[in-house]
T-cell receptor
Framework: AQSVTQLDSHVSVSEGTPVLLRCNYSSSYSPSLFWYVQHPNKGLQLLLKYTSAATLVKGINGFEAEFKKSETSFHLTKPSAHMSDAAEYFCVVSQGNTPLVFGKGTRLSVIA | GAVVSQHPSRVICKSGTSVKIECRSLDFQATTMFWYRQFPKKSLMLMATSNEGSKATYEQGVEKDKFLINHASLTLSTLTVTSAHPEDSSFYIC????????????FGPGTRLTVL
């Protein structure tokens, strides 16, 4: 069985400072891992995904994530937060065509 | 990138009425689509897998007679909330993989249902 744990329900950073959103996963086989972002009352947008290629994955809007098998982690980072980054972020795991398993989400607040 | 649309984006209805929500893949065909429900400040909960040409597969605890799913074509799936009640008020989101068996899902913008 697969599972995802997002370690922080809420993260608050100042504009221009680094962002770190933590995610740990559990999977029986080699998983695919994703980060999605959801702005208020909107659908989900794919930020990036890992599918057993390079362990450091670059996504849109300056975000990146590193797959660490030894730590079963897939943390999302960004060097410098913008106000527009304030949203809900979901870490997601998948194996093949099985339904996605979502983390509970991390709400990112960016303070001016 | 692939685009998935939902209609309507927002609906308010009276208790006891039925509401149909459409999910369309605009620039690709989707033999499988997924329906999720999201409560305020919560994560997405998978409700069912919609299969073109066959019955939907419902997750445990989801009433199939309450949430009717029809995958009418390779680009359209509909979710009908029958005899809606206030507890059915929620944000409903659909998704579709770009290709059969693909692991990357593209999500619709969601439908906000409010039942009075």
């Amino acid at each position: 069985a697969q599972s995802v744990t997002q370690l922080d329900s809420h993260v608050s950073v100042s504009e221009g400072t680094p962002v770190l959103l933590r995610c740990n996963y559990s999977s029986s086989y080699s998983p695919s891992l994703f980060w999605y972002v959801q702005h208020p009352n909107k659908g989900l947008q794919l930020l990036l995904k890992y599918t057993s290629a390079a362990t450091l994955v670059k996504g849109i809007n300056g975000f990146e994530a590193e797959f660490k098998k030894s730590e079963t982690s897939f943390h999302l980072t960004k060097p410098s937060a913008h106000m527009s980054d304030a949203a809900e972020y979901f870490c997601v795991v998948s194996q093949g065509n099985t339904p996605l398993v979502f983390g509970k989400g991390t709400r990112l607040s960016v303070i001016a | 990138g692939a685009v998935v649309s939902q209609h309507p984006s927002r609906v308010i209805c009276k208790s006891g009425t039925s509401v149909k929500i459409e999910c369309r893949s605009l620039d690709f065909q989707a033999t499988t689509m997924f329906w999720y429900r999201q409560f305020p400040k919560k994560s997405l909960m998978l409700m069912a897998t919609s299969n073109e040409g066959s019955k939907a597969t419902y997750e445990q605890g989801v009433e199939k007679d309450k949430f009717l799913i029809n995958h009418a074509s390779l680009t359209l799936s509909t979710l009908t909330v029958t005899s809606a009640h206030p507890e059915d008020s929620s944000f409903y989101i659909c998704s579709a993989p770009l290709r059969q068996g693909g692991d990357t899902q593209y999500f619709g913008p969601g439908t906000r249902l409010t039942v009075l």
